[in-house]
């Protein structure tokens, strides 16, 4: 019988950790950023973040950042504080960036189903780096992963249940048919999730 090498398991590192943060908040600010120039909504605590910022105006990121700061406690508790602090960063990077990026990019024609269903696409791939690193985006995203280490609940599912509703109680806010299309980009967004962030798929 051949011998099969199996490679060692090694944790990631902590400047591979950092610099798994900042791509994958990059890439999932500049899918809030589309979501808010399209006027689209998601599911999670973003979602009630652009609910509070298309009735209140108060600035997405200010409002994501103090909706997630309960489920710190839940999550230093069941997840550790490394876990804590690597969101905490995560949260304050996306939070940051959504708003920083209006400083240099602004964009004068676009669709917004395009950018509906491209900002649900860029956002799941950096939910999944972030996963893969051990981090999240808090809110929702801690439930999710805690229930999957817990009870094998996959946690894309699980989101994809809460984002439904969270994006349908948006009703009062958008129209029909961006509705439609926010719920369709919330799908393909935890779809995203679902297929690659498995429990027990990855090593580290």
Not at 151 to 172: E, H, P
Request: glycine share 8%.
């Amino acid at each position: 019988m051949d011998n099969v090498l199996t490679p060692d398991k090694l944790a990631h590192s902590w400047l591979e950790d950092a610099l798994a943060l900042l791509f994958g908040t990059l890439m999932i600010s500049f899918g809030v950023v589309l979501f808010r120039q399209s006027g689209a909504l998601t599911g999670g605590t973003a979602g009630l973040a652009f609910l509070i910022h298309y009735t209140t105006h108060v600035s997405f990121g200010v409002a994501f950042f103090l909706i997630n700061l309960p489920f710190y406690w839940l999550s230093v508790r069941r997840m550790g504080a490394q876990f804590t602090l690597k969101t905490f960063c995560a949260v304050a990077l996306v939070s940051l960036f959504s708003d920083l990026h209006g400083r240099f990019i602004h964009i004068d024609q676009l669709n917004p189903f395009y950018a509906t269903l491209f900002g649900n696409i860029m956002m799941g791939i950096g939910f999944v780096v972030l996963f893969r690193h051990k981090a999240s985006l808090g809110g929702m995203n801690i439930l999710a992963l805690w229930l999957q280490e817990k009870s094998g609940i996959r946690a894309g599912k699980f989101q994809m249940v809460v984002d439904a509703c969270i994006v349908t109680a948006s009703l009062f806010v958008v129209n029909w048919p961006m509705l439609v299309v926010s719920v369709v980009g919330a799908t393909i967004l935890n779809l995203i999730i679902a297929m690659n962030h498995r429990p027990g798929r990855y090593a580290v």
